[in-house]
């Protein structure tokens, strides 16, 4: 074969290339209009049943001297390819994504901004046990220069045995300690049906983790003009925990803070497993603040500083922790909680440490 004939068996190849290249972007527009048809009839993107219709349709027509399996495997490519465009293209329409908003969401909470650069924290009792309680762990927040405080009134446990919280009475209690010390109340709610009458005591409301895919909660305080701390479930996937935002956020609430909280793992040497890479992740991904919660994720006063440090040191937004004026006598999560002094070291040392980032 000459020079010029091989030469022209190339051209013919990038043409034939170039062919494929115009047929495979057709069928990519092809392939994001029924995502969006999909997306609006509810359906789900990956079909198996569609995809074996269409590669029986193609080897009924191949006899080429490709092998079946060669075709195979090229089109599940292009399959997979496709779905992987029809999941971009969600992610783009995402109110909460990055590509939908790129300037950083500041949560504002009574003057206290969640999200503009500021490190912050969000400190107090794993559960509201009585008012004094509460006034301590407030009084001592002051003093640091802290003012938003976290309570659990309404405290959904794994055993029905455990305490499960105060409720009512125990939001009276927070609202008015913040009333009296000046602090904002954040704290959790549990049902749809309990969202309207906490609006007069919280300032930020709390959805935990056990109802991180509780939908209806979600589409509920994302009716409402109050802040929303989301945090991540147990098991959730960051698409997961980004899509549960997108709940909120579509319903016309945008002040949402995002919340680490560590996740199941095999891991027995902490309560949960701190998945640190998520914060940046979903900084990356979405425009809203993001916080860690130490206690939670470490279950352990040994690692709460640590833990910390590291949480700031990967750009959080805000510390969460738990502080109690007599742990061993809590009614929840006795061992992980800080009395005043260690709250005071951790706060004190930590600023330090934010000096030093700065």
């Known amino acids: 074969m000459s020079t010029n004939e ?27 209009e029924i995502g969006h048809q999909k997306e609006k009839q509810g359906t789900v993107r990956f079909d198996p049943v569609r995809e074996r219709q269409s590669l029986d349709l193609i080897n009924e027509h191949h006899d080429g001297p490709f092998e079946r399996s060669t075709i195979q495997h090229i089109f599940k490519e292009i399959f997979k390819a496709s779905l992987e465009l029809q999941e971009d293209d969600h992610k783009k329409a995402l109110l ?3 590509k939908a908003r790129p300037e950083d969401t500041i949560v504002d ?8 650069g500021e490190q912050g924290f969000i400190m107090g009792p794993c559960a509201v046990e009585s008012y004094e309680q509460v006034k301590e762990v407030a009084l001592a927040m002051k003093e ?10 309404f405290k959904p446990r794994t055993s029905p045995y455990d305490f499960q919280g105060l409720g009512i009475e125990g939001l009276h209690i927070l609202r008015k300690v913040a009333d009296e010390v000046g602090m904002s109340v954040v704290s959790e709610i549990l049902t749809p049906q309990d969202v309207e009458e906490a609006l007069d005591y919280v300032d930020v409301i709390q959805v935990g983790a056990r109802n991180m895919q509780n939908f209806e909660l979600l589409k509920t305080v994302g009716r409402v003009k109050k802040p929303v701390l989301l945090k991540r479930g147990l098991s959730a996937t960051i698409q997961e925990f980004i899509n549960a935002a997108e709940y909120i956020i579509s319903q016309g609430n945008d002040q949402i803070i995002l919340c680490e909280r560590g996740i199941r793992t095999y891991e027995k040497a902490t309560r949960n497993t701190l998945d640190i890479s998520a914060v940046p992740i979903l900084k990356k991904e979405t425009h809203l603040p993001v916080v860690v919660d130490v206690t939670h994720s470490t279950g352990r006063k040994d690692l709460l500083f640590p833990a910390a440090k590291a949480a700031l040191a990967i750009g959080a937004d805000a510390i969460m922790a738990e502080v109690h004026p007599d742990p061993a006598v809590a009614l929840s999560d006795a061992a992980q ?22």
């Not at 062919?19 to 527009?29: G, M, P, S, V």
């Open 109 to 116: 909470i009574n003057g206290e901004k969640i999200g503009n």
């Open 6 to 32: 091989l030469n022209e068996l190339r051209n013919k190849i990038d043409d034939i290339n170039l062919e494929i290249l115009t047929l495979l972007n057709q069928r990519a527009e092809v392939v994001q």
């Open 96 to 98: 909460v994504s990055r």
């Open 337 to 358: 909680q800080m009395n005043i002094p260690e709250f005071n070291t951790f706060i004190e040392e930590l600023k330090v440490f934010k000096g030093k980032l700065a």
């Open 144 to 153: 640091q220069g802290l003012t938003l405080m976290r309570g659990g009134a």
